[in-house]
């Protein structure tokens, strides 16, 4: 908006010095004319044609000399372009020397000059903008990650601790009692009153009734410490040399067993890249399906032994062959493309 209202100033002194030294009726063309070269030179950004046009511009000042009042507005667009070069040009005033003329002259190049600091000044604004743009959306970024990180630990401890109690209730609620069942056991032999017998019979089925409450209750406890999605994710932050893709789909809430169980299979899926394929990416699926869950493991890997793969020792495939029996499901393999891991295990 600056440099459209600069040069609607400098076209409007241009046409006051034009009219003022000389009425010809022919003027208006070259008012005309002026504008066309000035918003050519406004809207080209190939060097080459605005040279082109410039070079024009200056034959019709040598062809007629009427075009030199219009010179300043193109001065103007000179030195937005080419700077204190455009003062090469500057001495065809003298062609018909006019002080009018070259008092607008110098008053569109100092417009210019200021236009031109002023575009400088408002870019280099821009690029701190930017700067600053980006560096809040990275401290965001970083905060959330932050925030994302203190709740990941704050969930850990708890499970951790979830985890303590229940080894605690196991190893010295749970042996104690076990030792009083027994022990009531024991004094039902040696006892011989029936009355004694009755007592001991009730207090014998109120501490297995506890037992049974106290298994529950550390089963409970188990079950909520093992958070299996985080655990994963746990496993894949652990391989930075692996990008790995997890894709988690399970809302229900599932068995320490059948967590631990799949656990143990992504275990191996992550382990049988690392050792055995040249992998660079894997991709664990996991998903809740009406009937069944579907665990797919599957790597990009193209360097990788089959028999080594298919006869390796631990947990390997065979124990994920028995994992996958063991919730009458079945597993597939595959090496087309990549190892690929497929395990079904059903529900119930």
Not at 114 to 119: G, L, S
Request: glycine fraction near 4%; proline fraction near 1%; aromatic fraction near 12%.
């Amino acid at each position: 908006m600056r440099k459209f209202w600069e040069k609607s100033l400098i076209l409007m002194l241009c046409l006051y010095n034009s009219f003022s030294i000389n009425l010809n009726d022919n003027l208006h063309f070259y008012f005309i004319i002026s504008i066309i070269f000035s918003c050519f030179l406004d809207l080209i950004t190939n060097n080459r044609i605005k040279i082109t046009v410039y070079t024009l511009f200056l034959i019709l000042c040598f062809y007629n000399a009427h075009c030199l009042f219009y010179l300043p507005l193109i001065l103007y667009n000179g030195y937005l372009d080419y700077g204190k070069y455009v003062l090469l040009i500057f001495p065809l005033i003298w062609i018909d020397f006019s002080l009018i003329n070259f008092l607008f002259s110098i008053i569109s190049i100092h417009l210019a000059a200021m236009t031109k600091e002023h575009n400088i000044l408002l870019n280099e604004n821009k690029i701190v903008r930017d700067k600053l743009k980006e560096d809040t959306l990275y401290l965001q970024k970083y905060n959330e990650q932050l925030r994302i990180d203190r709740e990941k630990n704050i969930q850990i401890a708890i499970l951790t601790e979830r985890n303590r109690i229940a080894r605690e209730l196991h190893d010295s609620i749970g042996h104690g009692i076990s030792s009083s069942i027994l022990q009531v056991e024991a004094l039902k032999f040696i006892s011989t009153e029936d009355r004694v017998l009755k007592k001991l019979d009730i207090l014998q089925e109120t501490l297995k009734r506890g037992m049974e409450d106290i298994r529950k209750s550390i089963h409970n406890l188990y079950n909520e410490s093992l958070d299996l999605k985080r655990q994963i994710e746990k496993l894949c932050g652990e391989t930075p040399n692996l990008n790995i893709e997890l894709i988690y789909k399970i809302e229900e809430d599932l068995s320490y067993d059948l967590k631990f169980d799949i656990l143990s299979v992504v275990r191996e899926g992550i382990t049988n890249c690392v050792k055995h394929s040249n992998a660079t990416k894997l991709k664990v699926t996991i998903l809740d399906q009406p009937k069944f869950y579907t665990i797919i493991i599957k790597d990009n890997g193209t360097n990788f032994n089959k028999n080594t793969l298919t006869s390796s020792k631990g947990i390997g495939l065979i124990s994920i062959k028995e994992i996958a029996y063991k919730y009458n499901g079945f597993v597939n393999y595959s090496f087309d493309k990549g190892f690929k891991i497929h395990l079904t295990l059903m529900k119930g």
